[in-house]
């Protein structure tokens, strides 16, 4: 995912003002200017070269603008609309969920995670050509607009990401690192969990069976024993790694530099489970 590359900072030059020179100088520096205009007047205006690509995206990057620092990382303005557009084409995405707070709030967090993730390894960033492009086709066939798409050639998916303002590459440095960051928390916090029988047959009668109207309704425990497994399993899962992200919290530091892109602090404590990872996120969903 691009969006949490490092990325140099632009903020506003200071400008620099000559504030004392010599009358003469500022005269002549006048006569200069009024004699060029003197034989320009005579000429005819040569044509101007059309503006280059190059130059569009040098205007472009020189208009960026950073809007938060995470541990001495920047992301900049542009990160933060990447952000949005790819949350749009996600299939789990809520109305609320591409507001620019929230979308800043991920990007954050995700730097966080990503910023530890290198820490540890290296090379815990890196995802296989197969691996991405399977993910990949696996996000497109579940993709409710790609249904009346050519989404599975490159074509149609590059023209279906052109109507959310996206292009193929920048969706998959998103997805890559989307990838190796669910796989390091699959690997840090799931492999050793172990559930109970006891806690299976617990969550059955507790949970499932009170949900049927006629007890004949209710599926029999060996039918329903690896779904049962599975919730508390990432129950755990997401217990762990939410006590683990406030401590990477408490001890990174995140400044938030434009105030209406700052998190309402009841709503974020609110927030705080839902955006810890659920079981969607082993497929296509997730919000990180």
């Not at 990382?73 to 789990?92: A, H, N, T």
């Not at 691996?131 to 490159?154: F, G, H, M, V």
Request: net charge negative.
């Amino acid at each position: 995912m691009a969006d949490l590359a490092n990325k140099p900072s632009f903020g506003d030059g200071a400008a620099s003002h000559l504030r004392s020179q010599s009358g003469h100088r500022a005269s002549g520096l006048t006569m200069l200017l009024l004699a060029c205009c003197i034989v320009c007047a005579g000429q005819e205006t040569p044509p101007q070269p059309a503006k280059s690509a190059a130059a569009d995206a040098v205007q472009s990057t020189q208009l960026d603008r950073v809007v938060a620092v995470v541990n001495n990382q920047v992301i900049l303005q542009s990160d933060l609309e990447i952000e949005i557009r790819i949350f749009r084409l996600l299939p789990i995405s809520e109305p609320g969920d591409a507001a620019p707070v929230k979308a800043l709030e991920r990007l954050t967090t995700r730097a966080l995670i990503v910023q530890q993730i290198t820490q540890e390894d290296p090379q815990g960033l890196e995802v296989s050509t197969k691996e991405l492009e399977d993910s990949l086709a696996e996000l497109r066939q579940n993709l409710p607009a790609c249904k009346s798409r050519e989404c599975a050639t490159p074509a149609g998916w590059s023209d279906y990401l052109a109507t959310l303002g996206l292009a193929p590459d920048p969706v998959a440095d998103y997805w890559k690192n989307r990838i190796a960051v669910l796989r390091f928390i699959e690997q840090r916090f799931r492999s050793g969990i172990r559930i109970a029988p006891e806690e299976i047959q617990k969550y059955y009668k507790e949970s499932v069976a009170p949900k049927y109207a006629k007890p004949e309704d209710v599926p029999p425990l060996e039918r329903v024993s690896a779904r049962i497994q599975e919730i508390l399993l990432q129950a755990q899962v997401n217990a762990l790694f939410d006590e683990w992200l406030k401590s990477l919290q408490s001890q990174g530091r995140v400044e938030i530099l434009d105030p209406a892109l700052a998190p309402d602090p009841v709503a974020a404590s609110s927030e705080a489970a839902t955006n810890a990872p659920t079981q969607p996120l082993a497929g296509t969903g997730g919000k990180l």
